[in-house]
T-cell receptor
């Protein structure tokens, strides 16, 4: 059974640029969620995708957007990067349904200069 | 709104001591799920346990045990005979019981556990 994978592992961007982060879900899972974890904080829910559509969103602005593909992999796109976007971005996959366990990938560390 | 509080920012104990990590949650949902995750320095969140709001039985898995008390809205985690490999940041999280799980997980700020040899 293949776990959740994310790419790239690290990324450095400058303010105002755009970034795309990628996630492959665990085999058998059909739902992908994205989280932002600032240094010293708990992860914050960005959004969740199921059947290639966003079906839930946390308190993040529209410049955070995503995609889910037919093979359940996903992308997180962030436009107009700000310094505060520097964080660890975590992807989690699960089966659809409330309370289903989310399994996390290793994350992508984004640094915005 | 949901909230998870982990009041202990950092705990340091000597190997083989028992340690308990506290978690208090707030929710208006009648059906909800509670989780514990471990985050080693590598950054990946490792799933430890899931508990639904209707199951208040305590659970033991090896050196790990969990105490869920609905009356006090707490879901505490105890490590018995701690080992250096237990050193990590531990997160308690809450999932709502509505909306098909689309509300995501609400995490606490985490407790940094340091096990000294």
């Amino acid at each position: 059974e293949t776990g959740v994978t994310q790419s790239p592992t690290h990324l450095i961007k400058t303010r105002g640029q755009q970034v795309t982060l990628r996630c492959s879900s665990q085999s058998g899972h059909n739902t992908v969620s994205w989280y932002q974890q600032a240094l010293g904080q708990g992860p914050q829910f960005i959004f969740q995708y199921y059947r290639e559509e966003e079906n839930g969103r946390g308190n993040f602005p529209p410049r955070f957007s995503g995609l889910q593909f037919p093979n359940y992999s996903s992308e997180l796109n962030v436009n107009a990067l700000e310094l505060d976007d520097s964080a660890l971005y975590l992807c989690a996959s699960s089966l659809v349904g409330h309370g289903e366990t989310q399994y996390f990938g290793p994350g992508t560390r984004l640094l915005v200069l | 709104a949901q909230k998870v509080t982990q009041a202990q920012t950092e705990i340091s104990v000597v190997e083989k001591e028992d340690v308990t990590l506290d978690c208090v949650y707030e929710t208006r949902d009648t059906t909800y799920y509670l989780f514990w995750y471990k985050q080693p320095p590598s950054g990946e969140l490792v799933f430890l346990i899931r508990r639904n709001s209707f199951d208040e039985q305590n659970e033991i898995s090896g050196r790990y045990s969990w105490n869920f008390q609905k009356s006090t809205s707490s879901f505490n985690f105890t490590i018995t005979a701690s080992q250096v490999v237990d050193s990590a940041v531990y997160f308690c999280a809450l999932s709502g019981g509505t909306g098909g799980g689309a509300d995501g997980l609400t995490f606490g700020k985490g407790t940094h556990l340091i096990i000294q040899p």
